[in-house]
Every structure is written in structure tokens, then in C-alpha cells.
């Protein structure tokens, strides 16, 4: 089957109370983007025609949405007259005749997890698992390998609830059966809303075929709670470096590392324990050390570590980063910055050494400036470049000197120290009071 074969319609209308967050739950993050994001990503390897249900903070979620996809369908819910999933399907308008039907807080889904609905033939598929514990689900009565019906936890007798099979929230259905069924559904149960799950029944007893199918509940797991986002992300992470690994990565004690879903690896690279990298991040041929955090940087051919942290926009090639150094906005080319540096808004070039305490003064409280330092360049312990500055190539900054100079020219020394003076005894006299 064929993008163009198959609709996808992704429920996210709700408000998601018991994540206890004024945020709308589908915009949580997992592994740096949105749950939403990642179920969409999935939806666009199998269809061509997408549709996102909305209701709460519906502003804000297409918002977030267009920053990462075109040509997604919104479709506004009436959550005041007509509540529930069942209601969230009351004006959607699929294209094609096989119509699967997802949740917005499910991020875990894979395309290939989904392929089981597109492969099966039946009027109806819905996803099942088995729990040991099926508190919070609504149950599904199998008889003869078909679905008799579903049973929401709220409305279930004490015997229905001793059932462990649940359902997962995923549905594949004939268009036919929508376009009878969704205008049918009734609001008459506990909670007068209108449930989607209401659909099976109708549909058994007009003798549709229904068929379960079983999944894998790591790629269907909910989130409903902060502990589930919690545990999904726990789930993305092992998927993502695991895949990364699977790929040549090398990763020491890969359950202390956290790689966000948009960073990207090339060649041979290996990631210490207790690493963080996040945003668009490039690395290439590099060694980034114990403790290190990097965020929408380029690494390319270096070492980045212990303990550093690249701050977004920084280019680092050819380039030794040490501990406790942090760049910022900077582009380090063939440089050395062994420890205890700050370098933001700067350009630095081959051969250039950076001292222990060197830090670039890139702030006046109301503009950043820009520091640029050329090849070769030996900045001294504890120096400090009060920017806009430039230091042309084959310059040496003196230990504890202060540049306040627009420029300091080609093959120069530039030092600023006060004579060292000694007062005798002056210890014992200060003490002495």
C-alpha cells in the first residue's frame, strides 16, 4: 500500500489534566521535540494525507506544528457539544479508503510498529496488548479471534474488569465504516461523551469483521502522566542511541548519555559517560569527553572535554576543547583552549593557543560584540579580550593582561600589569588587631 492509498488521522485534541501542566500534553517533549512531532514523523513514511485533531491550546499546537511540517491537515474539535474521541472524528474528511486512526500522546510509534494495520485486511483492526495490570485501560472481549466489543474502564462491571487484554488506541478502518458509524455515536454513558470505541459494537452487530491485533506496547505506550513521559523517554533514548551505536557510535555507559532525536553523527566518533547533546548538532570525527554538553553546535575532527559545554551556534574543526571551557556563538578553527575559558561571540583561527582563565568580555549590559583572533595567537592565563577586539595573527597576550583595544597588530606582545609591590610584615600587623 501506498502513500496515497492510506489516511491518518491523529487524535490530540485533549487537554491531558492529569499531566498536571498548563501546557497541552501532545507539546511535551521527548527526546527535544514535541510527542506530537514524533507521531507525525511517523504518520508522513506511510500517508500523503494527514490530519491532526485539535481542541485545547489549538493555537499553540499548530503553531509548534508548522515549525516542522507543511501540507498537515488541522481539524478543530467541538469539545463543548460533542466531547470525546468519538467526537474528535465528527468533521474529519479522509481522502482514502483505509483510515488509521492515532493518538497524539503516543509517541513511541514507528512507522514499522504501524505496518501490522496496513498489512492486515479487515473492515476493522483495532491494537491490543495483554497487561499484567490493566488498571486505567479499556478492556476488549475476544471471542473466535474477533473483537466483540470494548469496554471503558469507567463504564465496566467487576467481571469485565478482571479482563487483561486492553485496548492501545490504535484503530484502521474501511472509509465505509467512518462515514456510517461516526454519526451514529451517542453521548449516553458515565461520562456523556462520545467514544470512538462505541464504533465496534455498532459495527459487530451489523457483522463487520473486526480483527485484534497484538503490539508491542513499548511502541504504544501512552503518556499520561509526567512518570509516563518519564518512561517514554527513557524508551526513545535507548531507540536512539541504540540505532546510533548499531551505526559505528561509540558510547561508554550509553544509559548515563542523553542525544536528543536531531543530532547527527558522522564517521568515527565516540561519546563518554554522563553526555549531553541536543538541538541540530553535527559530529564528525570527533571525541566528545566525560560530562561534556553540547547544544546546536558543529563538531568536526576534535575533542570536546571533560566537562565542557558548547552553547548553540558554536563551530568547532581540527579543535581541542578541555575541561570546564565553555563556547559560545564561536567558531574555533585549529585551536587549543586546554581549560577554564569562556569564548563567546568570537572567530578564532589555526594555531592559536587559549590559556587557562582567558575569557572573552563579549557583553556591555545592552550589546554583544564580536572578538576576532587570528592564527597563531598565544593568549596568556587569565587574560581577558573586551570585545569588539581584534588580534591579528602572530600576537602574544601576556598572563592577567586586560585588552581593551580595538586591535592589536600583527607580531606584537600586548601586556597590562601593575608593578608587583611588597609591604613587610604586613601579615603579622593585620593579624594583630
Not at 473486526?210 to 505506550?221: A, G, Q, T, Y
Amino acid at each position: 500500500m501506498n502513500k496515497d492509498e492510506i489516511s491518518i488521522i491523529i487524535l490530540a485534541a485533549g487537554k491531558g489534566s492529569r499531566m498536571k501542566s498548563p501546557k497541552a500534553k501532545v507539546l511535551h517533549n521527548i527526546s527535544g521535540k514535541p510527542m506530537l512531532y514524533h507521531i507525525i514523523k511517523a504518520s508522513q513514511e506511510l500517508s500523503n494525507d494527514i490530519t491532526v485533531v485539535i481542541a485545547h491550546q489549538k493555537e499553540a499546537v499548530v503553531e509548534q506544528m508548522q515549525n516542522y511540517f507543511d501540507n498537515i491537515n488541522f481539524c478543530i474539535q467541538d469539545s463543548d457539544n460533542f466531547p470525546g474521541t468519538g467526537g474528535a472524528m465528527k468533521n474529519v474528511s479522509p481522502k482514502n479508503e483505509k483510515v488509521l486512526v492515532l493518538n497524539g500522546d503516543m509517541p513511541l510509534i514507528t512507522a514499522d510498529a504501524l505496518q501490522g494495520f496496513i498489512d492486515t485486511k479487515a473492515d476493522i483492526i483495532m491494537s491490543i496488548f495483554d497487561l499484567e495490570n490493566p488498571d486505567g485501560y479499556g478492556r476488549v472481549i475476544i471471542e473466535n479471534s474477533q473483537v466483540q466489543k470494548i469496554v471503558e474502564q469507567k463504564d465496566a462491571s467487576k467481571a469485565q474488569l478482571q479482563v487483561s487484554t486492553v485496548n492501545a488506541g490504535i484503530y484502521a478502518f474501511s472509509k465505509s465504516v467512518i462515514e456510517k458509524y461516526i454519526p451514529l455515536l451517542s453521548n449516553d454513558n458515565a461520562q456523556k461523551e462520545y467514544y470512538l470505541t462505541d464504533v465496534i459494537s455498532m459495527a459487530k452487530e451489523d457483522g463487520l469483521n473486526i480483527s485484534p491485533l497484538l503490539v508491542d506496547e513499548n511502541s504504544f505506550k501512552g503518556v499520561n502522566s509526567k512518570k509516563d513521559l518519564s518512561d517514554s523517554e527513557i524508551i526513545m533514548q535507548d531507540k536512539i542511541k541504540t540505532a546510533w551505536m548499531n551505526a559505528g557510535v561509540i558510547m561508554q555507559l550509553p544509559s548515563t548519555i542523553y542525544i536528543e532525536e536531531s543530532v547527527t553523527f558522522e564517521g568515527e566518533c565516540i561519546v563518554e559517560n554522563g553526555c549531553r547533546i541536543t538541538g541540530n548538532t553535527l559530529i564528525t570525527n570527533s571525541n566528545i569527553k566525560a560530562g561534556s554538553v553540547i547544544e546546536d553546535s558543529i563538531v568536526k575532527n576534535s575533542d570536546v572535554g571533560p566537562l565542557a559545554h558548547l552553547r548553540p551556534a558554536s563551530y568547532i574543526e581540527d579543535t581541542h576543547i578541555g575541561n570546564f571551557v565553555e563556547v559560545k556563538k564561536s567558531s574555533l578553527k585549529g585551536v587549543k583552549a586546554g581549560h577554564l575559558s569562556y569564548i563567546g561571540d568570537s572567530q578564532v583561527d589555526e594555531g592559536t593557543n587559549i590559556g587557562a582563565g582567558v575569557i572573552t568580555c563579549n557583553y556591555d549590559g545592552k550589546n554583544k560584540y564580536k572578538t576576532i583572533i587570528g592564527k597563531n595567537v598565544f593568549l596568556g592565563s587569565d587574560s581577558q579580550l573586551v570585545a569588539p577586539v581584534t588580534i591579528e595573527d602572530d600576537v602574544m597576550i601576556a598572563a592577567g593582561t586586560t585588552v581593551t583595544s580595538g586591535k592589536v597588530e600583527k607580531g606584537s606582545l600586548a601586556i597590562s600589569r601593575t608593578k608587583l609591590r611588597f609591604i613587610k610584615d604586613f601579615y603579622y600587623k593585620f593579624f594583630s588587631n
